[in-house]
Structures are given as C-alpha cells and as structure tokens.
C-alpha cells in the first residue's frame, strides 16, 4: 500500500481524482450488483434485514469510536504538512488514540452484550451475528484512518488500488461463506469483518514501516484535534441514531423482510452516495487550498461545485428513471421486485445531501463553524426519527426512504444558514435548486405510467417512453455547459 505526497491541488486534480475515485467505487458497485442474482438465491429478505440492523447499531458505535477523528486528520493535515517530524507525531497520535479507544468500547460492547440483544437488537443473538460485526467495529477505524490520509495527499491510485482489493477478497469470502458453505446472514457478516481485521493490520505495518507516522502520543495533539472534532461528534453520531431507530421502529412494526427490502433498494440509491462522495474526496482538498492560499479563483469553486451538481443529477436521473428495470433485472426473487419504488425516494435525497456537502465544506472549512453544525444535523435527524415513529405503519419500507428525504431538506437549509455568517463563498443555489426541480419532473413523467398502471413485468413501450424522457431531460440540464463537458472529454479521453 502506498503513501505519496500530492502537493497539486487544482480543478485537474479534481477531475482525474474523482474519475479514479468513481471508477473504483462504481466497479466495486458493478461486481455487487452482477452478484445480486446469485446472493437474492441465496439469502432472503429476512437476512438483509438482520445484517442492515445490526450495521446500523455499529454505524453510531464506530463514530464513538473514532470520535470524528478523519475529520481532524482532513483539516490538520494542511497545517503540519511542511513539518514533518510534526506530521507524523500527530498522525501517531490519532492512530495510538483510537486504538486505545478501539479496545476500550471492545470491553463494553462484550460486558454489555445481553442488554444491547434483548434491548438495542431485539431478538439478534449476540452470539454468533453481533460478536462477528462487534470485530468488524473494532478493527476497521485504523484502515479507515490510513485511507483518509492517501486521501488528502492526494494519492488516488494508491488509495483505489486498496479498495479493489479490499472489495476483490470480501466478494470471494461472501461467494465462500454464502453460496459455498450457504452460512446466510452469518456469511455476510463474515465476508466483511475478515478484510477488515487484515487491512487494519496491514495499514499499521505499513505506516510504521515507510515511517509515515512516529510512534508517539502527543496530548496537545489530541486536544486540538478532540477541540475540532468533538462538535462533529453530534452531527456525525445523529445521522446514524436516526438510521438505527427508523429500523429499529421498522423491526417492531414490522418485521425484518421489510428492512430487507428497503437496504436493497438503498443500495441501489446509495450509488449516487458513492459517486458524489467520490467527487467530493477529492474536490475537499481543491476547496481548503483554494480558501487558505488562492482566494482570487473562488469562482472556479463555485462553477465546479454546479456543474458536479449537474454530474450527480445526470446519475441520479439514470438510476431513478430505470429503478424497476434494474431491479427486476438484478434479482433472481420475484419478492425484491416492489423495492424499486423506494429509490427515486432515495435518490431525490441524495440531491439534497450534495447540496448539504457543498455548503457542509465551507463550513467545515473554519474550525469556529464546526461547532455550530450539530445542529444542522440534530435538527435533520430528530425530524426523521419522528417521521419514522409515526408514520412506519402507514409506509413500511417507503418510511426511511421519505424520512431521509425530510432530513437532508431540514439539513441543507440549516447548514446554509450557517455558513453564511462565516464564509462569504456564495453557489449559484438558485440555479442549483432548478436542477433538483428538473430531477423531480422528469422522474415524475417518466415514472407515471409504471405508478398509476401498475405492471409486475417489464414492459419494451414503458421503457422506451423513460429513454426518451431521459434524453429530454439531460439536454435541458447539460446544454448550458455543453462546450465545457465536451472540452474536458476531449482532454481526458
């Protein structure tokens, strides 16, 4: 695994990052979903739901355990990346940290194992299914941290070239366990805590080996990280509380099949996560730089940040727009099918989760803004979790989906409050806003007649009137800055 200094930080940058970010992501997705046949013959919706829930309740355990410490590593790296004896005390100091923090909540989780299954996992036994992803929990900050840092040195290929083969050998466990020795749930859970137990021991080998970090604890190191990170502890920790509890409620009121169903729509949804994520690890660094040292191309800031916008709705309108096709296509179980009515859902919140970003980054940007974020994200969640709580019966699986929706509107809107009193970097949110609307219109043509006749088959006509509402839509959000896309594909292709 490689760690090189990346000292360039421009629009190039961006754009060959991004591409190798969301090539990586995007291929580890594609092998997923040509697995979705084979694993859908294999497992039920019961054992989605069961491992869903359980890797919800890990999901808040893991940012405790972190203490939003990837955060801290992002922002300080800038400002110790001419000292080098001082980088690598403080990147010392945060993996020492959360490996003591690692065993610490290791401890807990196990002595207070039959309250979290008869309370927090409602009828999970915590032997085998909660101990294997409690590992998992355990073990996985420290390659999370390793990957955080080839991150910010701009180390794209070295970073990608880790999670392919991190994914390459959790898809070979998962068709081991799963189809192989058809272990289920159990499976699953397995494929994923054993590349996390050896990558978190590689990373460390490496680390210490290349001499990338001094063994040290430095306590003024990590007070001024903790000072940086604690206030994103509740807005971190809130979005998962809300994940967990809209399951949990789902559970109860339901059952667990319906959590299935829901996480397989997600993980369609979810791509448009991945893509703009992808976009956004690299796009954060240009952001900092920019700020700190070149205040005179703010604008190629705020251009950027809109046509990525157009980028992440041209997907998201791919992915809504054919929903059911895909679906129906990737899933051997005729009772997956109906989950495709949650992911345009999902998507149109994956809209307004880039806006959060982009204004997020700004934010996260000035280390007094940070401490008002919680509330963006305390405010968002807290709408969702009283969502979930009285509306699950009315909407079962649809429930997360819409909550989700609710959150990330009350989010975005906060967060832009928020950054306008410190950073005077305004986005075109307008025009960012008709994008979104144009997304909301088109799907809604394009989905109508599947909607209001429903089909359980595909039908040649249906699909036909969706391609051509998508080609219609995509001329209308991408003709502006046709010159621009066509000049950039010219460049790079």
Known sequence: MALQEKKEYSVKKVIVNSSIYSITNILQKALSFFLLPLYTIF????????????????????????????????????FYKNDERKLKEFLGTIIIGIIFNCLLW???ILSFRNLISSVFLKNIEFFPYVFIALISTVTSPIYSIY???????????????????????????????????????????????IPSVLFSIIAIITLIHKKHIALVFRWAFMLESLRYAIPLIPHLLSGTIADYISKSILNIKSNLANIGLF?????????????????????????????????EAE?????????????????????AMFSKEIVVIMTSNIVFHKAWKAI?????????????????????YHRKATRFIWIASLSGNLVHIIFSVWFTSMFIYFTPAIAGVLQRVIMFILVFRISRRFEPVKYELN????????????????LAPDILVPKERL??????????????????LLYEDRYIIKTQITKYI
């Not at 996480?263 to 992808?278: C, K, M, P, T, Y």
């Not at 990525?308 to 992915?319: E, H, P, Q, R, T």
């Not at 039908?459 to 209308?476: G, P």
């Open 43 to 78: 497992l039920t919706p019961g054992d989605y739901g069961l491992v869903a829930l359980i890797s919800s309740f890990f999901g808040f355990i893991a940012l405790l355990i972190t203490l939003a410490l990837n955060g801290a590593v992002s922002r300080f790296f800038f």
């Open 106 to 108: 290791f401890i807990l």
């Open 147 to 193: 990957q955080t840092i080839l991150q910010i040195k701009q180390d794209a290929k070295g970073y990608s070239t880790n999670s392919l083969i991190y994914f390459i050998f959790a898809v070979s466990l998962n068709l081991l366990f799963i189809v192989g020795f058809k272990l289920g749930a159990k499976g699953l859970l397995l494929a994923n805590t």
């Open 263 to 295: 996480n397989l729509a997600f993980q369609f949804g979810s791509l448009l996560d991945i893509i703009q994520s992808s976009i956004n690890s690299a796009f954060v660094p240009m952001v900092f730089d920019t700020l700190d040292n070149h205040r």
């Open 299 to 319: 604008q190629k800031i705020i251009k950027t940040t809109t046509i990525i916008l157009k980028f992440v709705c041209f997907s998201g309108l791919a992915i």
């Open 344 to 364: 345009p859902i999902i998507i149109l919140g994956a809209l307004f989760q880039n806006l959060y970003i982009s204004y997020s980054n700004l934010v996260f």
């Open 431 to 446: 025009k960012m806003m008709l994008i979104i609307l144009l997304f909301v219109v088109a799907v809604a043509i394009g």
């Open 459 to 476: 039908d040649l006509f249906r699909f036909i009137w969706k391609a051509f509402v998508f080609m219609l839509a995509t001329t209308i």
